[in-house]
């Protein structure tokens, strides 16, 4: 009785085997159909996201421009006018930072802060009612931006503090200047006085010819 059984036993694990088959392409294909659906997500996504970047950057310039003209137009009643009162304050602007050392972050604080202070505070002063069209009008604005350039000053130093740990790039510069002035003078006390491997008469005369023997 028991060869029958054993005669069908290929035949039922053919069957298996197609079963089987036919179950892990079901599971094949439903799976990548997740990964397309999963990599089309994504795409829309980085889609959106780069969208989304090029919309902030599109509408922060305009901003900036349509701020930039408003502070033009209210600078003066002529572009000359405009001219004299926004060019030294621009100018000083751009050469702190140029002048201010470290990274482009550094000059872009040090240069930003002293111009916006120039420029609003010379403006703000300018505005001042009862002076408008009088010699003290121009006295104003030239005082007021003497005043926001200093006081930009202050906020830049502030704010490069804060972005250095708690130096200026100006500072971070003279605390280096001091320490290699500071081993240089360790290094010449210890050659004087015969110290740290160095020979008394190397200090005064490093190439030995001065008739001391070593």
Do not use: C
């Amino acid at each position: 009785m028991a060869f029958p059984a054993l005669a069908a036993l290929p035949a039922l694990l053919a069957k298996l085997g197609l079963a089987a088959k036919a179950t892990g392409a079901a599971v094949g294909t439903k799976a990548a159909a997740a990964g397309l659906g999963a990599k089309a997500a994504a795409a829309g996504l980085g889609a959106a996201k780069g969208a989304g970047i090029r919309g902030a950057l599109g509408g922060g310039t305009r901003m900036a421009g349509s701020a930039l003209g408003k502070l033009w137009k209210m600078s003066g009643t002529t572009n000359v006018e405009r001219v004299m009162r926004l060019g030294p304050d621009a100018l000083f602007g751009t050469m702190a930072a140029v002048n201010t050392p470290g990274d482009f972050v550094d000059k872009a604080i040090a240069g930003g802060t002293q111009a916006i202070g120039s420029v609003g505070l010379g403006l703000a002063a300018s505005k001042i009612p009862g002076i408008r069209g009088t010699a003290m009008e121009g006295m104003a604005d030239m005082m007021g931006s003497i005043g926001g350039d200093f006081a930009g000053m202050y906020t830049g130093d502030a704010l490069l503090r804060a972005k250095g740990g708690g130096t200026t790039p100006w500072e971070k510069m003279q605390i280096e200047g001091n320490e290699q002035m500071r081993q240089e003078m360790e290094r010449q006390i210890m050659a004087q006085y015969g110290i740290g491997g160095y020979r008394p008469h190397q200090v005064f005369n490093p190439d030995g010819l001065n008739g001391i023997s070593a």
